[in-house]
């Protein structure tokens, strides 16, 4: 399933962002979304997931409480708010779908192109 990610750009710290993911395709609520991220020289890492029918969510502890994971299956859309963000959330951003019902899954089936955040001090 395509997916493109929009909303990223440069912030100061303690700013915000909303990223969107747009996803084609007929089955959107099938899938369990996620976000992920990767920062220079280190390897990517989740963020946070949501489950299918929006109900259940799961955060990285770096996130939590920060980072809100939302989605609107009418629009095949999945939104990542991040508020109070830090230099340390500057990343390539990516958005995934996974087919299962499982928010903790580590099993990606699709991922976006990416977009950047940058959060400077």
Do not use: H
Request: charged share 10%; aromatic share 12%; with cysteine.
């Amino acid at each position: 399933v395509p997916l493109v990610e929009s909303g990223g750009g440069l912030v100061q710290a303690g700013g915000s962002l909303s990223l969107s993911c747009a996803a084609s395709g007929r089955t959107f609520s099938a899938y369990v979304m996620g976000w992920f991220r990767q920062a220079p020289g280190k390897e990517r890492e989740f963020v946070a997931a949501i489950s299918g029918g929006g109900l259940n969510t799961y955060y990285a502890n770096s996130v939590k409480g920060r980072f809100t994971i939302s989605r609107d299956n009418a629009k095949n859309t999945v939104y990542l708010q991040m508020n109070s963000l830090k230099p340390e959330d500057t990343a390539i951003y990516y958005c995934a779908a996974a087919v299962t019902n499982a928010v903790t899954t580590t099993l990606y089936n699709y991922w976006g192109q990416g977009t950047q955040v940058t959060v400077s001090s």
